[in-house]
């Protein structure tokens, strides 16, 4: 190689290794949103699993991928630092399969989005029909109301005066600041936070992992090339022609 493919090299080699840096510190916050995201959801399963299922198995996915990525970082970090072409080829396949299901993550909560709301809503007003018509030892309705209203940070268990409020509608324990956002809207914008949170995460490791593919392919390229056995020509070259 010549003095500015010897440059060439030597960049893409380092930069590949600062990617890979890169991507074993994103695998931290992927594990850290699918704990958030799980943890967000995590009382709202035990009232029906159907309607966080979707949340809650991509909060699965984001944990199993963030430790993953553990696993994969020190197989670039070898492969770019000992310019092993068969690490970097595997290490390029992972994270080709790692970032395409990031990518089909981020599309399949994005789309569901409005499903899983409308699955949320309508298991509060099933239960909030027997929550106001009820008496007071109805304690399931009322426990799934005020276990949303606690998880969303709403309120609408005040439409009868002359009841005390429920203690899911207050924000302090003294019960002198209530929620005032309503439910509905309430759940719309949880549900929403989640899937933006998701998304960015998503988004913020995928450029970092595209990245890192294409820098593999061409640092694993300038391997094989530096490994490539000469040709009959190329030697025939190298000697002196004799008489």
């Known amino acids: 190689m010549d ?8 960049f893409v080699r ?16 992927v594990l850290w949103t699918g704990l958030t995201v799980k943890a967000s959801v995590h009382s709202l399963q035990y009232l029906s699993p159907e309607p966080t299922q979707l949340i809650r198995h991509a909060a699965l996915v984001l944990f199993t991928l963030g430790s993953l990525i553990f696993i994969i970082g020190p197989i670039g970090f070898y492969g ?12 390029f396949l992972l994270v080709t399969l790692v ?9 399949t909560v994005y789309h569901q989005e409005g499903v899983t709301t409308a699955n949320i809503r309508h298991l509060y007003h099933r239960e909030m029909a027997h929550y106001t018509n009820s008496t007071t030892d109805n304690t399931t309705s009322n426990y799934v109301i005020d276990t949303i ?36 809207e309430a759940i719309g914008e949880f549900i929403n936070r989640i899937v ?40 025939l070259e190298d000697k002196p022609c004799s008489n």
């Open 149 to 184: 209203q606690r998880t969303v940070k709403c309120c609408e268990v005040t439409s009868d005066e002359s009841q005390d409020p429920s203690s899911s509608c207050c924000v302090t324990s003294s019960c002198d600041v209530m929620y005032s956002v309503g439910c509905n």
């Open 80 to 91: 770019s630092v000992r310019q092993n072409r068969n690490m970097l080829l595997i290490y």
């Open 196 to 235: 933006r949170n998701i998304g960015m995460s998503v988004i913020a490791v995928s450029v970092v992992q595209l990245l890192g593919v294409l820098f593999t392919l061409w640092h694993r390229k300038l391997v094989l090339k530096t490994l490539r056995p000469r040709s009959v020509y190329e030697r």
């Open 14 to 29: 380092w930069f590949l290794f600062l990617l890979n840096g890169l991507f074993w510190m994103s695998g931290g916050v």
């Open 3 to 10: 003095r500015k493919e010897i440059y060439c090299f030597r």
């Open 99 to 107: 970032l395409l299901v990031d990518v089909t993550l981020a599309i």
